[in-house]
């Protein structure tokens, strides 16, 4: 079994391609990834920012092709309009089964994307998309509709399921997930007090990947994925990867 990250690179090694490639081998799929941006940060704080070329990027994906018969993928941190239509043709091109995570602001607070991002995810991924997993701020943005409670996130969830499958993540609606796949469901959650919660939302769109790629369905693989991100805030990174080799057996 085998899964790709296009994301960016965090050297801390909490969120991004890092947190991925850790997320995949802990539920018992093998990583490949490509790097789209470097970045220069922390759990606190993000200091730089270089994207990488299109050109490169294409390079990186297609040479992992030629030997790896990837079918799932998803994606992060991509940063510009040129990195998503390049990504997006090559989803197409590939006939690969992609999962997005539509990383626009740090947990910090720093922007992780720039000019008209929101427009070019909507127009050129997620036609091309399996499932998108916003948070309520990048629900907001994606479907235009303000987030304050649970039925505030149902609409935007129908409104951004227009294109594509979604589940909004709910760290701000009592732990709540709202999913969309034609009709809604609400997963019930909690809210855990940690400091363990640097890069989640990579944890938890990689094992919704990884999930898929073992062939699990979609709704199992969203309840795989919040198990795993819940365990992950509880024991912090070592104890998760220790306790969720379980997974394996799926």
């Known amino acids: 079994m085998i899964a790709m990250s296009i994301a960016g690179y965090d050297p801390s090694g ?5 947190n991925d490639i850790k ?8 990583g490949t990834a490509v790097i789209t941006v470097l970045t220069a940060q922390n759990p606190s704080r993000v200091v730089g920012i270089e994207s990488v070329s299109t050109g490169f990027i294409e390079k990186q994906l297609e040479t992992i092709l030629e ?3 990837v079918k ?3 994606t992060g941190m991509l ?3 040129e990195i998503i239509k390049l990504v997006s043709d090559k989803v197409v091109e590939h006939d690969l089964k992609l999962v997005v995570d539509p990383v626009m602001i740090a947990g910090c607070g720093a922007l992780l994307s720039r000019g008209d991002f929101t427009d070019s995810i909507k127009k050129y991924l997620l036609p091309n998309t399996v499932l998108i997993t916003p ?4 629900a907001e943005e994606l479907s235009g509709i303000n987030i304050h409670s649970i039925e505030d996130a149902v609409k935007a969830a129908e409104e951004i399921g227009k294109i594509c499958d979604v589940i909004i993540t709910g760290g701000h609606l009592n732990g709540c997930n709202v999913f969309f796949n034609g009709s809604i469901k609400v997963i019930e959650g909690e809210i855990i007090e940690s400091k363990n919660t640097h890069g989640t939302g990579c944890s938890y769109s990689a094992a919704v990947t990884a999930s898929l790629a073992k062939g699990c369905d979609i709704l199992q693989s969203i309840e ?13 990174e070592w104890g998760t990867l220790n306790q969720l080799y379980k997974f394996k057996s799926l």
């Not at 909490?14 to 890092?18: F, R």
């Not at 948070?135 to 990048?138: A, L, R, T, V």
């Not at 795989?224 to 912090?236: D, H, L, P």
């Open 14 to 18: 909490g969120a991004g391609i890092l």
């Open 23 to 30: 997320t995949f081998h802990a539920l018992g799929v093998y």
């Open 67 to 69: 030997d790896y018969p």
């Open 72 to 74: 799932y993928a998803k």
């Open 79 to 81: 940063y510009s309009k």
């Open 135 to 138: 948070n309520i701020q990048e």
């Open 224 to 236: 795989i994925a919040g198990e795993f991100v819940k365990n992950s805030v509880i024991n912090g």
